[in-house]
Structure formats: C-alpha cells, structure tokens
C-alpha cells in the first residue's frame, strides 16, 4: 500500500480501513439509531474529538425523545458533532433474561 506524510505527521493513503459502531445519541430532542465509522483503531471518543466539526452517522432511524415509533429514516445523516447531548455504543444482543434489571433490585 503506498502511502504519503504531510507535514503534521497526517497520512494518506490509497484506501481507508474502517470500522462500523452501531449508536445511539441524542441530538436537541431527536434520538438517533445509526452507524458511525471509525478509523483505524480509534475508539468512538477519538473520533469526535478529532476537531472535525461534523461526523456522519448512517442507516440512520430518528424517533422523538420520549421514545415513540421512528418519524424519519434516511442512509446518511451531517450532525454537528457540538449539538450531540449524549452518545454511546449500541449492543444489538439482547441481555440474557436471567440477568435481573437494576430497577428490580429497587422494589
């Protein structure tokens, strides 16, 4: 693979090995299922935090905050990477049902 070094110490090469991270973020009062791509070994902070000013999610399902039925679908959404309140890496798996929930252990 042939590969060049700007100045910075950045590189470039001919193809961009990637990593998909399905999540979950909420943005102003939008709860947003998709996927984000990481680059090489980052971990889903290095990726916002890189001083990019947006990030790409796609396969993405927007519900309201409250949870309700998805209201928009698309294949690729722009968030500005400064109006996400919160995100976080979604398991698909289920939890195994023997396991007892914390709001259990309250009653």
Same mark, same amino acid.
């Given at each position: 693979?042939?590969? #060049?070094?700007? +100045? ?13 991270? *399905?999540?979950?973020?909420?943005? #102003? ?11 090489? +070994? ?8 890189? %001083? ?11 519900? %309201?905050?409250?949870? +309700? ?5 698309? *294949? ?20 195994? +049902?023997?396991?007892?929930? *914390? ?5």
């Amino acid at each position: 693979m042939s590969y #060049r070094v700007n +100045e910075k110490g950045k590189y470039f090469t001919d193809h961009i090995t990637k990593r998909s991270l *399905p999540i979950t973020a909420c943005v #102003r009062d939008w709860i947003i299922q998709g996927t984000i791509h990481l680059m090489g +070994e980052n971990r889903l902070k290095d990726e916002l935090n890189d %001083g990019e000013t947006f990030i790409a999610i796609t396969d993405v399902q927007i519900s %309201g905050r409250a949870g +309700e039925t998805t209201v928009y679908e698309t *294949p690729v959404l722009i968030v500005k990477t400064d109006q996400i309140a919160w995100i976080f890496p979604r398991d698909d798996a289920q939890p195994p +049902e023997d396991i007892a929930s *914390p709001a259990a252990e309250l009653e």
